[in-house]
């Protein structure tokens, strides 16, 4: 049977131990504690190692990943590849999923230590990178128009409806025959 009163005791406990223990103050933002190993923090891009292959932006699933891509002959070898000229990582949308670090087949997009991203403005937590700003408002992946169904569909479901079966005509009683 459970005792009355054990939990505030319990509790009671706790805190006059807490308030009888050593006090710690972390003088933040002055002092900042190590982050644990594996965290996430804001996303940055090496641009001089991107080839611009978009995958970071079409996995995305908050579609914060904005590129302009365009072509250049950046190596001098005198055929012009894919460049990303513009590159937008919009912190207001992002949920540090990791998706697009681990698509990226050159490594050249993952976390740094920085967490604190705050402004005034949303549009303000869309950090350009690249030669060119991209628009950060824009879509950059817009939802797919899907293709009306055809009225011929059936009402309960896309399945397609069956021909009624044939019936065989019934045959005429012989004539004479016992009723
Ligand atoms: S961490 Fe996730 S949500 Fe953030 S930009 Fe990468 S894929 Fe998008
Ligand atoms: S996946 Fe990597 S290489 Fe490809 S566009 Fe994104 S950052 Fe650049």
Partial sequence: MPQVGQGILKG???????????????MYPEYKRDLPERSRG????????????????????????????TKRDADGSGKPKPYAIGFVIDDSRCM???????VCP????????????????????ARQFGERPVDPTIDPKPPVKKKPK????SA????????????????????????
């Fill in 42 to 69: 804001m996303l940055t891009v090496d641009m001089d190692r991107c080839i611009a292959c978009l995958q970071c932006m079409r996995i995305c699933p908050d579609h914060c990943i904005s590129i302009e891509q």
């Fill in 96 to 102: 540090y999923c990791s998706l697009c670090v681990e």
């Fill in 106 to 125: 050159v490594n050249c997009i993952y976390h740094t230590e920085e967490f604190e991203a705050q402004a005034y403005n949303r549009l303000e937590l």
């Fill in 156 to 179: 309960d479901g896309d399945a397609p409806k069956r021909a009624p079966k044939k019936v065989p005509p019934k045959k005429a009683p012989k004539e004479g025959a016992a009723a």
């Fill in 12 to 26: 009671m406990g706790i805190t006059l131990k807490h308030l009888f223990g050593k006090k710690i103050t972390r």
């Fill in 150 to 153: 055809k009225a011929a569909a």
